[in-house]
Nanobody, 129 residues
Framework: EVQLVESGGGSVQTGGSLTLSCIASGLPFDVVNMGWYRQGPGDNCDMVSTISHDRTTYYGDSVKGRFTISRDNAKNTLYLLMNNLKPEDSAVYYC???????????????????????WGQGTQVTVSS
């Protein structure tokens, strides 16, 4: 059974930074394409960033230059470094495994969408102005 456990969310002020982590188990992490997605209340799922097994990265337009995705295959861990956070970054952030699209943002609830085959439970990020 695939398990993805996110951590690192919290509350910060505008301009602050957070690093999200996702520990994966039950899958061959080093050959799996991974991603971060987010969803605010009443919003559609938003692709934040995806990373291939060989570390090619993709970012949503709203986070380019501020967020950095990375992976440590030895630790089965996916990261998202978030700098210069803005109130509009507030959302539940989900780790996803075995992504099916590098850039799509589905018009649905993240965890029920087609863009990835496995999802974590999510971690809340709140940015106050």
């Amino acid at each position: 059974e695939v398990q993805l456990v996110e951590s690192g969310g919290g509350s910060v002020q505008t301009g602050g930074s957070l690093t999200l982590s996702c520990i994966a188990s039950g899958l061959p992490f080093d050959v799996v394409n991974m991603g971060w997605y987010r969803q605010g209340p009443g919003d559609n799922c938003d692709m934040v960033s995806t990373i291939s097994h060989d570390r090619t990265t993709y970012y949503g337009d709203s986070v380019k230059g501020r967020f950095t995705i990375s992976r440590d295959n030895a630790k089965n861990t996916l990261y998202l470094l978030m700098n210069n956070l803005k109130p509009e970054d507030s959302a539940v952030y989900y780790c996803a495994a075995d992504v099916n699209s590098w850039t799509a943002s589905p018009r649905s609830e993240c965890r029920k969408s087609w863009v990835a085959n496995s999802w974590g439970q999510g971690t809340q990020v709140t940015v106050s102005s």
